[in-house]
């Protein structure tokens, strides 16, 4: 079927944070389920070229595809639905598209043409629409628009919508999340607030298929009758989205509304099978794991103001609860503050005693850092498992070369650009978009190849040679103090077999001490947890008997 690809514009309502990008990734599980090939495209409405130069407290993860591309953690629910990976064509921005017209326009590719806006912008957008589509050969593709109705930023896409609509209205369907606020003092959910965002969006040309209805319970019968009339949406095609405690249980819930079959039904297409046995019951065995692992995340990028925001780690979450859920096992995750562990040392033992295993994540730049230094070195003593991920292993490298290997002041150059021990330093390609200043994109980013020695716990917990594993740094371990630190009894387990940049580093007599400069969290899937996290919580659920 494949010939004639649809589309399925998902669009916000309200205000953002509602689960526009799990609205997404659910529908296309389902059509996955149905035997579709479905994929899902994000456009972000920043002028950021990629979301790789993105503060994360404020965008959140930034996560990045096999194929390097430095995109928005939406990407990973994509991947972690669909257990299928999302190529970077499927991920652009504002700044993206604007950037390709206005590069075509100097290359004088427009013959002359006055460029404007419209239709410049949204005939690339639609240009890239279609060849994602194709590229991917699916019958249906989500496309999840950043924003919501109504602001100014995401018209333009909203415009690539309307006029692919026009050409093609038999193969386009629009679907709203939004938000029924219920103000306590009110005691009653309110539909205004959505039939306003459905006026926003009609004024874009654009009348929506389906309102999926995002509150604290379902959507009761008197509103849903009043939306429809209000908003000119059939009542059934009003999908109640009560929130829940696991956003795997989202899927299970639109077909509970039969979202897929009516999507099918509005394309002309019938229900040929279904198969949501797998995703059934890893989500059960989500809801009923009730016995605890206590996993501690070392990191910085979680405080704003009187919140804790945890959508800078998301995808190092998601991996921990997908093997956690393997062992029956319901995660609890502790945030613990590295800046706290440099003004307070005490509260390091104080808190990492309670928990069964550290993770110490990616992270860039000077602050928290030697808190971070500190907790590694506490877990390597205390034998507690360890897992250190791109940043996370760089450190772990700087405390093993300090404190092991009488490296004195060893550090990363990232940190201290005049360290006598540079464990962990920029090689001279990278030193030179740094020295050009021209920075965005530039990192080591994407799949790249790594080759596990044997004996050691990362070919154990792989079972194979080789292995690719996505990346996203600019600073190496640095080779020519590699001798001297393996006498020293650090164990370089994964090397590149091109490059000889080392990837994963660990250490004997150790129940688990594991640090990668790739990052596994964007491989892992519920239904397949990722190999790693496999082995750190089992290590974790052994080292606490
Ligand atoms: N700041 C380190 C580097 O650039 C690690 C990056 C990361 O953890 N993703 O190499």
């Given at each position: 079927m494949a010939s004639n690809p649809r589309f399925i514009f998902v669009i916000g309502g309200v205000m953002s944070g509602i689960g526009k990008g799990i609205a997404s990734a659910s529908t296309a599980r389902i059509l996955k389920s149905k035997g579709y090939r479905t994929t899902c495209i994000k456009i972000d409405p920043y002028l950021n070229v990629d979301a790789g130069t993105m503060n994360p407290i404020e965008h959140g993860e930034v996560f990045v595809t096999e194929d390097g591309k430095e995109t928005d953690q939406d990407i990973g629910n994509y991947e972690r639905f669909l257990d299928e990976d999302v190529p970077s064509l499927n991920y652009m921005t504002s700044g993206s598209v604007y950037l390709s017209v206005i590069e075509r326009e100097r290359a004088l590719k427009y013959d002359g043409a006055c460029v404007q806006i419209v239709p410049h912008i949204p005939e690339e957008v639609i240009r890239r629409l279609n060849l994602a589509a194709k590229k991917s050969k699916a019958d249906f593709v989500l496309v999840e628009v950043g924003g919501t109705a109504g602001e100014y930023e995401n018209l333009v896409f909203l415009e690539a919508a309307r006029m692919m609509h026009l050409k093609s209205p038999k193969s386009i369907l629009f679907m709203l999340i939004s938000y029924f606020p219920i103000p306590s003092k009110i005691g009653e959910m309110k539909t205004k607030p959505t039939q306003h965002a459905v006026r926003a969006l009609n004024s874009a040309g654009i009348q929506p298929d389906f309102i999926i209805a995002r509150?604290?319970?379902?959507?009761?019968?008197?509103?849903?009758?009043?939306?429809?009339?209000?908003?000119?949406?059939?009542?059934d095609d009003i999908i109640s989205a009560p929130d829940i405690d696991n956003i795997y249980q989202v899927p299970i819930n639109f077909e509970k509304e039969k979202l897929g079959a009516k999507i099918l039904k509005k394309f002309g297409l019938r229900e040929s099978k279904e198969d949501m046995r797998e995703w059934g019951k890893m989500v059960k065995r989500a809801l009923f794991s009730k016995k605890e692992v206590k996993i501690g995340i070392v990191g910085k990028y979680f405080g704003t103001g009187k919140f804790t925001l945890s959508d800078s780690y998301i995808s190092v979450i998601e991996a921990v609860k997908h093997s956690a859920w393997h062992f029956g096992r319901n995660p609890k995750i502790f945030w613990l503050d590295a800046e706290l562990y440099e003004r307070n040392p005490e509260k390091i033992k104080e808190e990492l005693s309670q928990i069964d295993g550290i993770i110490v994540p990616g992270g860039f730049g000077s602050r928290g850092v030697e808190g971070k230094i500190k907790a590694i070195s506490y877990a390597r003593k205390i034998k507690k498992p360890f897992?250190?991920?791109?940043?996370?292993?760089q450190l772990a490298v700087v405390e093993f070369a300090r404190n092991v290997a009488g490296m004195n002041g060893a550090n990363s150059t990232e940190v201290n650009s005049?360290?006598?021990?540079?464990?962990?330093?920029?090689?001279?390609?990278?030193?030179?978009?740094?020295?050009s200043g021209n920075m965005g994109g530039t990192?080591?980013?994407?799949?790249?190849?790594?080759?596990?020695?044997?004996?050691?716990?990362?070919?154990?917990?792989?079972?194979?040679?080789?292995?690719?594993?996505?990346?996203?740094?600019?600073?190496?371990?640095?080779?020519?103090?590699?001798?001297?630190?393996e006498s020293k009894g650090l164990v370089v387990s994964?090397?590149?077999?091109?490059?000889?940049?080392?990837?994963?580093?660990?250490?004997?007599?150790?129940?688990?001490?594991?640090?990668t400069q790739f990052h596994p969290e964007f491989k892992s899937r519920p239904l397949h947890p990722h190999p790693l996290f496999h082995e750190f919580i089992k290590a974790c659920l052994s080292s606490r008997k």
């Amino acid at each position: 079927m494949a010939s004639n690809p649809r589309f399925i514009f998902v669009i916000g309502g309200v205000m953002s944070g509602i689960g526009k990008g799990i609205a997404s990734a659910s529908t296309a599980r389902i059509l996955k389920s149905k035997g579709y090939r479905t994929t899902c495209i994000k456009i972000d409405p920043y002028l950021n070229v990629d979301a790789g130069t993105m503060n994360p407290i404020e965008h959140g993860e930034v996560f990045v595809t096999e194929d390097g591309k430095e995109t928005d953690q939406d990407i990973g629910n994509y991947e972690r639905f669909l257990d299928e990976d999302v190529p970077s064509l499927n991920y652009m921005t504002s700044g993206s598209v604007y950037l390709s017209v206005i590069e075509r326009e100097r290359a004088l590719k427009y013959d002359g043409a006055c460029v404007q806006i419209v239709p410049h912008i949204p005939e690339e957008v639609i240009r890239r629409l279609n060849l994602a589509a194709k590229k991917s050969k699916a019958d249906f593709v989500l496309v999840e628009v950043g924003g919501t109705a109504g602001e100014y930023e995401n018209l333009v896409f909203l415009e690539a919508a309307r006029m692919m609509h026009l050409k093609s209205p038999k193969s386009i369907l629009f679907m709203l999340i939004s938000y029924f606020p219920i103000p306590s003092k009110i005691g009653e959910m309110k539909t205004k607030p959505t039939q306003h965002a459905v006026r926003a969006l009609n004024s874009a040309g654009i009348q929506p298929d389906f309102i999926i209805a995002r509150s604290l319970i379902p959507l009761d019968e008197p509103r849903k009758k009043k939306l429809s009339v209000f908003c000119n949406v059939n009542a059934d095609d009003i999908i109640s989205a009560p929130d829940i405690d696991n956003i795997y249980q989202v899927p299970i819930n639109f077909e509970k509304e039969k979202l897929g079959a009516k999507i099918l039904k509005k394309f002309g297409l019938r229900e040929s099978k279904e198969d949501m046995r797998e995703w059934g019951k890893m989500v059960k065995r989500a809801l009923f794991s009730k016995k605890e692992v206590k996993i501690g995340i070392v990191g910085k990028y979680f405080g704003t103001g009187k919140f804790t925001l945890s959508d800078s780690y998301i995808s190092v979450i998601e991996a921990v609860k997908h093997s956690a859920w393997h062992f029956g096992r319901n995660p609890k995750i502790f945030w613990l503050d590295a800046e706290l562990y440099e003004r307070n040392p005490e509260k390091i033992k104080e808190e990492l005693s309670q928990i069964d295993g550290i993770i110490v994540p990616g992270g860039f730049g000077s602050r928290g850092v030697e808190g971070k230094i500190k907790a590694i070195s506490y877990a390597r003593k205390i034998k507690k498992p360890f897992l250190g991920l791109c940043y996370g292993m760089q450190l772990a490298v700087v405390e093993f070369a300090r404190n092991v290997a009488g490296m004195n002041g060893a550090n990363s150059t990232e940190v201290n650009s005049k360290t006598k021990y540079p464990v962990i330093d920029l090689m001279a390609e990278q030193k030179e978009k740094v020295f050009s200043g021209n920075m965005g994109g530039t990192m080591r980013l994407g799949a790249y190849g790594c080759r596990l020695k044997d004996k050691t716990i990362a070919k154990r917990a792989y079972g194979t040679r080789t292995i690719h594993e996505r990346h996203r740094h600019r600073y190496e371990f640095n080779n020519a103090l590699q001798n001297i630190l393996e006498s020293k009894g650090l164990v370089v387990s994964g090397v590149n077999p091109e490059s000889g940049l080392v990837e994963i580093v660990e250490l004997k007599d150790h129940p688990f001490f594991v640090g990668t400069q790739f990052h596994p969290e964007f491989k892992s899937r519920p239904l397949h947890p990722h190999p790693l996290f496999h082995e750190f919580i089992k290590a974790c659920l052994s080292s606490r008997k």
